[in-house]
């Protein structure tokens, strides 16, 4: 119960008080006093109706496993609660309350059957540190997919910096363009350090998230659902994504999930699928061609120099989103 209790008490403390105890629960020798108060309850414990709850519509974590729920029903039907639920009084529905941690064991308790839940009733939290907690709590136990994470942190950082989600999209997005162009017209100002500073508490790296996991947010259903099972790995599905019609996308999809093809295994697939009648996947692409390619990329590259295309936000942020998708094609 001690991290549970952490969790609860930083939800009421100082922000970023407890972050580094959160990340890493094992507290270092020299903090046993401060490890002891921040292990002491700061709730009141009750039994109330499972109805009386009210589940978070903004709950980071957003799937969870049939399977995996059937089994916790199983136990919570055998052996109960073991940790109670974290929830806070709504003023507007006196008697009903707002669930803050315990999502999974909401659910698989309606599972089992229960009609009363134990839950410690605390203050309403202020909803950015709930979020950064929520995001924290859920990488310890690994309890995240990928496409979670990637929104729940979006959200901690629109949260943050005040700005909509598509703003700090092009922001992080600006900030990687700067490191490639060794510039500064961003990396320094006040909204990078504060999204660095933040993805640091999380145990994230910025730019291994602008260039790893915002691609997953341009993904097809197809792929996205997947992920969300947690079927197949982000890296793998990014891969499968590249091909363009659905039907070959799919054939190489479900035979990475029933094989648990890897990486190389997956290229190699589609570079069969890709290669025309009559040439072999190895075939050298001729000089000609290569040399048309080149050609047309800078011819592009003087007509974006005088395109008005930098005045539209909208056409910017798409430009930048086929820019990424060509470097990471070249680093393969």
């Known amino acids: 119960m001690g991290r549970f209790n952490k969790l609860l008490t930083a939800l009421q403390t100082e922000p970023d008080q407890t972050d580094a105890e959160l990340i890493d629960p094992d507290l270092k020798a020299g903090e046993d006093a401060k490890a002891a108060r921040v292990d002491q309850p700061s709730s009141d414990r009750i039994v109330i109706p499972r109805e009386k709850i009210i589940r978070d519509p903004d709950q ?21 609660i073991l940790e109670d639920l974290a929830v806070y009084e709504l003023a507007q529905r006196p008697g009903y309350y707002q669930l803050v941690f315990g999502e999974r064991r909401y659910r698989a308790s309606g599972l089992a ?57 092009a922001l992080l997005r600006q900030m990687d363009n700067d490191i490639r162009r060794s510039s500064h017209n961003v990396i320094g100002q006040p909204e990078a350090e504060i999204i660095t500073k933040s993805l640091e508490g999380l145990n994230i790296k910025w730019r291994s998230f602008v260039l790893n996991q915002l691609p997953l947010l341009k993904l097809s259903d197809d792929i996205l659902e997947p992920i969300r099972q947690g079927k197949i790995e982000y890296t793998k599905a990014l891969t499968i994504a590249r091909l363009s019609d659905p039907e070959q996308r799919q054939q190489v999809l479900q035979a990475a999930i029933s094989q648990n093809l890897s990486i190389r295994n997956i290229r190699e697939r589609i570079k069969q699928i890709s290669t025309p009648p009559g040439l072999s996947a190895s075939s050298p692409v001729p000089k000609p061609e ?41 680093d393969l």
């Open 290 to 330: 290569i040399t048309t390619y080149l050609k047309r990329l800078s011819s592009l590259s003087t007509q974006l120099k005088q395109s008005p295309v930098w005045q539209d936000y909208q056409k910017r942020q798409r430009l930048e989103a086929l820019l990424l998708e060509i470097e990471q094609l070249v």
């Open 113 to 169: 059957g229960l009609s009363e839940l134990p839950v410690r009733v605390i203050a309403q939290p202020d909803s950015k540190k709930l979020l950064k907690l929520q995001l924290i709590e859920n990488k310890h136990h690994e309890d995240l997919n990928p496409i979670e994470e990637i929104e729940a942190v979006l959200a901690l950082l629109s949260a943050e910096l005040e700005q909509p989600i598509e703003a700090v999209i």
């Open 60 to 80: 980071v974590r957003k799937y969870f496993d049939p399977d995996k729920l059937s089994g916790l029903a199983q136990t919570i039907a055998e052996e109960g």
